[in-house]
């Protein structure tokens, strides 16, 4: 890949509670910045430090965070070598259904927000993205909140 898609992508962060309301949405970055810088640089982190009680489900861009918050943050398995044992591939299997079956709701969170014909195809400029998507946010999480 030429990385011609990413330098115009640009990511947002989305926290949704386990019915997919939209809590948060914010923390815009470009594309070509990883997951784990954006943990770092948004303070993430310090906040899973200061309140022990939240517990986070995560993709799997963020297994480092899973890593440093054992029982705190939970990111899918890691992928197995081709030609695994067999019990492995299972319990592999197993796990990574489980985790996406709860992760569910945040996934219908963040497709709530890419309904919107303005977020489908943004042809305005790159530097108003950001209000937009928090905008179309709060419109989003006032529609699940009232239904």
């Known amino acids: 890949m030429s990385g011609k898609a990413r330098q115009n992508t ?4 989305v926290v949704s509670d386990e019915t997919g309301a939209t809590l948060w949405c914010g923390s815009h970055r470009p594309g070509r910045v990883h997951d784990h ?3 770092r640089v948004e303070g993430i982190d310090a906040l899973l430090n200061a309140y022990p009680q939240v517990r986070v489900l995560v993709d799997s861009g963020y297994q480092d965070l899973a890593k440093n918050h054992p029982g705190q943050v ?8 081709p030609g695994a044992w067999e019990p492995y591939v299972i319990a592999y299997a197993n ?10 709701a945040v996934e219908h969170a963040i497709a709530k927000l890419k309904w919107w014909r303005v977020l489908q195809r943004f042809t305005g400029r790159r530097e108003l993205l950001p209000e ?5 946010a709060a419109l989003v999480s006032d529609h699940t909140i009232t239904w």
């Open 95 to 104: 796990k990574r259904k489980q985790q996406s079956s709860q992760r569910i």
């Open 37 to 39: 810088t954006a943990v």
């Open 74 to 81: 939970e990111a899918p398995p890691l992928k197995l070598r």
């Open 10 to 13: 640009i990511k947002s962060t």
């Open 132 to 136: 937009t998507v928090d905008a179309v």
